[in-house]
């Protein structure tokens, strides 16, 4: 029964926060990029410049866009990651469509065509943290991360990195000729939409990798018992011991796994140090998960 009431909670918190995550991006579209007449990356960059030239608005656009695509994720891909994305898409479409209505201008960065970099650093940031979260989430912003999770479904060797790079790349050359005015072409909105695209997917990533980055130690040694104390006793943590054999001189070995914290890796380099016959490196750890709850017999 708690764990049915822990995984419902859990569930509930999930759409919570993909819900607040599309007024976030609602807001940062009205805020930062529509104003600023530049096209943001992916398929939403498409829609945004139709509602340059067109008026159509961005909801509806957004509606068209990702409602088949929702539909396709559902029976081809993965149901909760489609359903979660429907929901996203339809808080943020309606969001948008909303906030057109309202009488926010004093609220909106409009550069006016100075400095303009900086609500593209802006948004740029909002969209990574929201598409970062959402994919933490199983869930995405639409378009193409629906597009990608589709391809990598169906060919998981495929390099999809090509496929969004050519996408953006089309979107900012697009943008070249859709801002610019008088047939003067106007160059800024493409070095608008590579910063907005550039930062977005660092924020994204550095948010997928996750905060709890560690440092896993590999020690091969014939100390294993002194250094297990010392890595208990000062550093509070376990460690996982194996037993070895050298492949060239046929000596046994013991080999330690250890993982610490950032905080803690000039300590441990320090307890490496002081026994020979010791040879350890160490790789990084994006994130880690769980724990052993250890007792002492």
């Known amino acids: 029964m708690n ?21 976030l991006l609602a807001v940062n579209y009205h805020i930062f990029i529509v104003e600023n007449h530049f096209a943001p990356a992916g398929l939403n960059g498409i829609a945004t410049m139709v509602q340059y030239k067109t008026g159509f608005s961005i909801s509806y656009m957004s509606l068209l866009i990702n409602l088949p695509l929702c539909a396709l994720a559902y029976f081809f891909v993965e149901k909760e990651y489609s359903v979660k994305t429907l929901v996203f898409t339809l808080v943020y479409s309606f969001s948008y469509l909303f906030l057109q209505g309202l009488e926010l201008d004093f609220l909106q960065y409009n550069a006016e065509g100075h400095d303009t970099i900086f609500p593209a650093i802006i948004s740029g940031v909002i969209t990574g943290f929201v598409s970062g979260v959402c994919l933490k989430n199983s ?10 999770k589709y391809i990598n479904k169906r060919n998981p060797g495929a390099n999809f990195f090509m496929v969004t790079f050519v996408l953006n790349a089309v979107i900012a050359c697009i943008s070249l000729f859709v801002y610019s005015d008088a047939g003067v072409l106007n160059y800024k909105p493409v070095a608008l939409c590579i910063t907005y695209c550039f930062v977005s997917n660092f924020v994204g ?25 010392e890595i208990t006793n000062i550093l509070r943590h376990g460690a996982t011991r194996l037993e070895a054999r050298g492949a060239y001189t046929g000596t046994s070995k013991s080999v330690l796994l250890c ?26 750890v994006n994130e880690t998960y769980g724990n052993f709850k250890y007792v002492r017999t």
């Open 259 to 284: 993982v610490v914290n950032k905080h803690q890796l000039t300590d441990f380099k320090k307890i490496i140090d002081r026994y020979d016959e010791t040879f350890s490196f160490y790789e990084v």
């Open 3 to 23: 764990r049915k009431f822990s995984r419902l909670f859990s569930n509930m918190l999930s759409y919570t926060v993909v819900i607040l995550l599309a007024l």
């Open 205 to 229: 990533n550095q948010i997928i990798k996750g905060a709890k980055t560690a440092y896993k130690f590999t020690i091969i040694t014939t100390h294993p018992d002194e250094i297990c104390l």
């Open 139 to 148: 869930a995405s912003t639409g378009g193409m991360d629906l597009i990608s």
